[in-house]
């Protein structure tokens, strides 16, 4: 269960095709599970910014999102159903269908995204058994903050204020920091 990925990434670019792609089939996978579980999923991707999306920290990142994961269900005792992690060259990713409410799974995996520097750049999507992905604003939490400035990342990303290699810097400054700490 929650099998960290080796090290072997794939350090390709992508190209806007294959992204288009690739969220496509990650859609398809996310029904193929609800329909085949029916129960709370979480898809479980890590936030990266470029056309590289596999890569060591990256991986690491990842791999530290799963060990926060595994955490809380532990803490909360939660019964997996299924779970399976992917390594993409569009970035890696984890389905877990678990057998817990829906609303109190994405209450937890925010606090854990919270908790922890590097949880910026975890991306736990959490759909009902019917399929409904919540949002955190259903849940009354506040929108994320950009990694560089702490405003809103909306408006960060609609204004474009950062150069795509100050965001990687800082990615990787945060994935840096909390393997070492
Ligand atoms: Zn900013």
Do not use: Y
Not at 136 to 148: A, M, P, S
């Amino acid at each position: 269960m929650f099998h960290p990925l080796p090290n072997s990434p794939q350090q390709f670019a992508i190209t806007l095709s294959e992204l288009l792609a690739s969220r496509d089939a990650r859609q398809t996978r996310q029904q193929t599970w609800l329909q085949s579980h029916q129960v709370t999923l979480i898809s479980f991707t890590v936030v990266i910014p470029g056309p590289v999306k596999d890569n060591q920290w990256v991986r690491d990142i990842f791999n530290q999102g799963l060990c926060a994961l595994k955490q809380v269900v532990s803490e909360r005792q939660w019964v997996i159903i299924a779970q399976q992690s992917l390594a993409l060259t569009s970035g890696p990713e984890c389905l877990v269908a678990v057998d817990a409410p829906a609303k109190e799974v994405k209450q937890r995996m925010i606090e854990a995204e919270q908790q922890f520097a590097v949880g910026r750049l975890w991306d736990f999507d959490v759909f009902t058994a019917q399929g409904q992905l919540l949002s955190r604003q259903q849940l009354g939490v506040t929108e994320r903050r950009c990694l560089v400035c702490d405003q809103p990342a909306k408006v960060c990303a609609r204004q474009r204020t950062h150069s795509l290699s100050e965001i990687l810097n800082q990615i990787e400054v945060l994935a840096n920091a909390s393997i070492n700490h």
